[in-house]
């Protein structure tokens, strides 16, 4: 069904929501036969500010060993999915930082016809997931990528709360996340890849 598409899974993650659902997007796309890298991109916050919170602190000791995203893979991938944490209803700095090291790629055409899908966590149900995606979409309309959101496309979405803009997740206090989205990130992963086919494939 993949038709060796090449997918990057391009996350930020202060205390994990997002690299869990990087995973569960990675294991899904795996099985739907794509190419798959799990990326992180930079941290730029101080270490002072790392420190001060445990969670953060683990996080960031914990996912060392994943490789930061480079230019390089946005060339390499047919297809991209970015999971992010909203931040006061928009996209993280850290992501946005990579996004706006991309000019370059961009002036050259490397970002036209690629595929994007995004997904998003808050700490409250209406924290502003949606406007976050629509936000980070946005740009991916600057950059002529092709959106593959979800929309109502599987049962799935509407068990994880019905966010047709992309999987969006609820996390508590205590870091866990409270919606049931594992089947919506697996989906969203899965129709990425299968989109991202048919545009590979109607190209040659
Ligand atoms: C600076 C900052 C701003 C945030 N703004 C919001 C917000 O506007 N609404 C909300 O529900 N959660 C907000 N949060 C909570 C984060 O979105 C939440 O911790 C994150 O989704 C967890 O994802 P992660 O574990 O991948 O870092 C904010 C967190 C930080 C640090």
């Known amino acids: 069904m993949s038709n060796d598409v090449k997918l990057a899974i391009i996350y930020?993650?202060?205390?994990?929501?997002?690299?869990?659902?990087?995973k569960w997007a990675e294991a899904s796309a795996k099985e739907a036969g794509a190419d798959v890298r799990v990326l992180k991109?930079?941290?730029?916050?101080?270490?002072?500010?790392?420190?001060?919170n445990p969670a953060w602190k683990k996080h960031y000791e914990e996912t060392k060993e994943v490789?930061?995203?480079?230019?390089?893979?946005?060339?390499?991938?047919?297809?991209?999915?970015?999971?992010?944490?909203?931040?006061?209803?928009?996209?993280?700095s850290q992501l946005k930082?990579?996004?706006?090291?991309?000019?370059?790629?961009?002036?050259?055409g490397k970002l036209t016809n690629k595929v994007v899908s995004a997904m998003v966590s808050a700490g409250n149900p209406n924290g502003g997931q949606e406007q976050t995606l629509q936000s980070f979409y946005t740009t991916?309309?600057?950059w002529g990528a092709i959106i593959a959101n979800p929309g109502y496309t599987d049962p799935s979405i509407y068990a994880a709360g019905g966010n047709p803009y992309g999987?969006?997740?609820?996390?508590?206090?205590?870091?866990?996340?409270?919606?049931?989205?594992?089947?919506?990130?697996?989906?969203?992963?899965?129709r990425t890849v299968?989109?991202?086919?048919?545009?590979?494939?109607?190209q040659q």
Not at 194 to 202: E, L
């Open 12 to 22: 930020y993650s202060s205390t994990g929501t997002n690299y869990q659902m990087a």
């Open 41 to 52: 991109v930079e941290e730029l916050a101080p270490m002072a500010a790392i420190e001060s």
């Open 67 to 92: 490789p930061t995203v480079t230019l390089e893979d946005l060339d390499w991938a047919d297809a991209y999915i970015f999971s992010m944490p909203t931040r006061f209803g928009n996209v993280p």
């Open 97 to 108: 930082q990579f996004i706006d090291t991309t000019g370059g790629l961009w002036s050259q």
């Open 140 to 142: 991916m309309m600057h």
């Open 167 to 190: 999987t969006s997740v609820t996390v508590s206090q205590d870091g866990k996340i409270v919606n049931d989205a594992e089947g919506a990130v697996k989906h969203q992963a899965k």
């Open 194 to 202: 299968q989109i991202a086919s048919w545009i590979k494939k109607g």
